[in-house]
Structures are given as structure tokens and as C-alpha cells.
């Protein structure tokens, strides 16, 4: 979930010649599934869906087929992804 680089206290470990690194290589396929996990909360508003269900708007709606937000289709589009990350 996390490396640690957040709670060190560079300026002092800098100080005493400490160095601090992240690791490079940590996390790169959790990114990459986060990304599409991103892109289809873009599209499809899952978050802020399940909320206003929750709300109860999908119960007050005035018709069967309830969404809050336009669906964005996938489909005939052109995504670029940029970096090839660490292996």
C-alpha cells in the first residue's frame, strides 16, 4: 500500500548523509490496474453512482432505467498510455 518514503524526514536524514529512495519497482502492476480502474470510473461514474443509489434517488427516480450521469462507451475510442513503467 506504501513504501514509507512519506513519513521519513528527508531534511534531516539529508543532513546526517542518510540517503532516501522509494522503490522503483513497487507497485508497477497495481498501477497499471488502477489506470483501467480510473478510466472506467471516468466513463462510468461507479462512485458517485452507488452513492445517489445509496441516497435513494434510484428509488425516487421517475423511471426504471436510472443513472445519474451519461455513459461513456469505450468502444471506437483511441486511448494513449504513456511509459512503459519498471519491470
Known amino acids: 500500500m506504501a513504501t514509507g518514503y512519506d513519513v521519513v524526514d ?20 497495481t498501477v497499471s490496474q488502477m489506470a483501467i480502474a480510473l478510466l472506467l470510473e ?16 434510484w428509488a425516487s427516480s421517475p423511471t426504471w432505467c436510472y443513472w445519474h450521469y451519461p455513459i461513456i462507451e469505450l468502444a471506437g ?6 511509459g512503459y513503467g519498471r519491470r
Open 42 to 57: 471516468i466513463c462510468h461514474h461507479v462512485g458517485a453512482h452507488s452513492e445517489s443509489v445509496h441516497k435513494g434517488d
Open 77 to 82: 475510442k483511441t486511448m494513449g498510455i504513456i
Open 10 to 29: 528527508i531534511k534531516t536524514a539529508s543532513q546526517k548523509g542518510i540517503v532516501v529512495t522509494n522503490i522503483p519497482s513497487y507497485g508497477t502492476a
